[in-house]
């Protein structure tokens, strides 16, 4: 069965940083993009970033430059290294596997807080 985990969640103050981890289970995901996204209460889900199983990667503008997502296929693990964290990047953050039929596997989510 397959699994996603996140972990690396937690309370930090405005300019801290927190690496967030999303391992795989069940099934090797290095041929597939992982996608970071997340959400805050009353809003819409939405895309952080994603890698590529070429390494390939892409960054909302809002986390562009502060943010960094990194995979180690060795662990089927995939990293997202927030830095410089503001108050508004507060929300649940969630990975995201999208297979070859283009099935999605969800993690459960992790929950970044970010005080000013």
């Known amino acids: 069965q397959v699994q996603l985990v996140e972990s690396g969640g937690g309370l930090v103050q405005a300019g801290g940083s927190l690496r967030l981890s999303c391992a795989a289970s069940?099934?090797?995901?290095?041929?597939?993009?992982i996608t970071w996204f997340r959400q805050a209460p009353g809003k819409e889900r939405e895309l952080v970033a994603d890698?590529?199983?070429?390494?390939?990667?892409y960054y909302a503008d809002s986390v562009r430059g502060r943010f960094t997502i990194s995979r180690d296929n060795a662990k089927n693990t995939v990293y997202l290294q927030m830095n410089s964290l503001k108050p508004e990047d507060t929300a649940v953050y969630y990975c995201?596997?999208?297979?070859?039929?283009?099935?999605?596997?969800w993690g459960q989510g992790t929950q970044v807080t970010v005080s000013s």
């Open positions: 995201r596997v999208r297979d070859s039929s283009s099935y999605d596997y």
């Open positions: 069940g099934r090797t995901f290095s041929s597939y993009a």
């Open positions: 890698i590529h199983s070429g390494y390939l990667t």
